[in-house]
């Protein structure tokens, strides 16, 4: 509880300099106009900052989703091209992906690791799929198939190799005796 206090705290100080520093220096805020997905980007920024430095590993997982959708929005601010948000948004699922690989990191959970790499995965899955219907590049539209039948082919190959772990691992385990004593009153 006093590491939240902590870091909320921290956090709304970030963020009130920020403001403040805008309203004493006007060129901060026409910079800030012209750049307003990097003040996203920043929040995700404090956010990943303030898990590191309080070990707060929970914390890294929205860093990655704000700072993640901060990038995206800084790309298409920069270029224009507000059309990809059609497909753009399935990066959202990679960028939980890589905070949870993060988390997994700070607190070495391998399970929170495997679901990591599983969501970026499934992310570029989803983002070659949209894309080559919605719009994205010609790269896109001509390969995608392809990494369809590699999913199919890594589902296959993990449940058949998945079974055969399993079958072994029941037979490999020894069984306890369970010795039952008796009150001799």
């Known amino acids: 509880m006093k590491k939240?206090?902590?870091?909320?705290?921290?956090?709304?100080i970030?963020?009130?300099a920020w403001f403040l520093a805008v309203q004493f220096v006007p060129q901060l805020g026409d910079w800030a106009e012209g750049s307003w997905p990097l003040t996203i980007i920043?929040?995700?920024a404090i956010f990943l900052l303030v898990s590191i430095l309080n070990n707060i590993p929970g914390?890294?997982?929205p860093a990655f989703i704000i700072g993640g959708i901060g990038g995206l929005l800084y790309y298409q601010n920069v270029t224009g091209d507000w059309d990809?948000?059609?497909?753009?948004?399935?990066?959202?699922?990679g960028f939980v992906g890589l905070g949870l690989l993060f988390f997994s990191i700070q607190t070495k959970d391998k399970g929170t690791m495997k679901a990591g790499f599983?969501?970026?995965?499934?992310s570029t899955i989803f983002f070659i799929v949209f894309g080559s219907f919605l719009g994205g590049p010609d790269q896109i539209i001509q390969y995608w198939p392809l990494l369809l039948i590699v999913a199919g082919l890594w589902s296959m190959?993990?449940?058949l190799l998945g079974k055969k772990s399993e079958k072994i691992a029941d037979f490999a385990e020894p069984v306890e005796p369970v010795i039952i004593e008796e009150d001799a009153e």
């Not at 990809?84 to 699922?93: G, K, L, M, N, T």
């Not at 599983?118 to 499934?122: D, E, H, K």
């Open 4 to 12: 939240g206090n902590i870091t909320g705290g921290l956090i709304l």
């Open 14 to 16: 970030l963020i009130g």
């Open 42 to 44: 920043g929040i995700g």
């Open 59 to 61: 914390l890294s997982i």
């Open 84 to 93: 990809s948000w059609a497909y753009a948004w399935a990066f959202i699922p």
């Open 118 to 122: 599983i969501l970026l995965f499934l």
């Open 157 to 159: 190959i993990r449940s």
